[in-house]
């Protein structure tokens, strides 16, 4: 429950550390590295809503 309170007020201002997944075995301030292949759709998919704005 706390993990979830604090994704909640820290993602709209970016406070969330890159790639973490919230995993019970991972410390909630550790980044971790995105996958090659969903960094280009992330890429992507910001590419797409930026041209909508």
Do not use: H, W, Y
Not at 16 to 27: D, H, K
Request: charged share 15%; net charge positive.
């Amino acid at each position: 429950m706390l993990r979830i309170v604090g994704a909640a007020t820290r993602s709209p201002f970016d406070l969330v550390p890159t790639g973490n997944t919230a995993g019970s075995n991972v410390s909630p301030a550790k980044p971790l590295p995105i996958p090659a292949d969903l960094a280009e759709s992330i890429a992507s998919a910001r590419q797409i809503a930026q041209r909508k704005v």
